[in-house]
């Protein structure tokens, strides 16, 4: 079992940034490739970004390349999306998920551990 913890989020004007944060705990973390996803309200669950275990590449949706950064610090257990010129939509649920593979993943439905979310707000 892995648990994810996710962090950081927050009420942030248009423009603005947050920094997410998700601690994992129970297995071998550098295992694990991890996602962002997100969620707004009557919307499907929709992937933001993605990493391999060891941090050397990423993938990023196309509605958030350019402002949002993923990374991850592999001695720490945690995995990290740094969102910058945040806009209207993209208040959401957001998520952070595991998946024991050395490849990238998009598909939600692909992943093994998932963490109980952090709310995101930007007004206009």
């Known amino acids: 079992q892995v648990q994810l913890v996710e962090s950081g989020g927050g009420l942030v004007q248009a423009g603005g940034s947050l920094r997410l944060s998700c601690a994992a705990s129970?297995?071998?973390?550098?295992?694990?490739?991890m996602g962002w996803f997100r969620q707004a309200p009557g919307k499907e669950r929709e992937f933001v970004a993605a990493i391999t275990r060891s941090g050397g590449t990423t993938d990023y949706a196309d509605s958030v390349k350019g402002r949002f950064t993923i990374g991850r610090d592999n001695a720490k257990n945690t995995v990290y999306l740094q969102m910058n010129s945040l806009k209207p939509v993209d208040t959401a649920v957001y998520y952070c998920?595991?998946?024991?593979?050395?490849?990238?993943?998009?598909?939600?439905?692909?992943?093994?551990?998932w963490g109980q979310g952090t709310q995101v707000t930007v007004s206009s």
């Open positions: 129970g297995r071998t973390f550098s295992n694990y490739g």
């Open positions: 998920a595991a998946k024991y593979t050395v490849l990238l993943y998009r598909a939600a439905n692909g992943y093994d551990y």
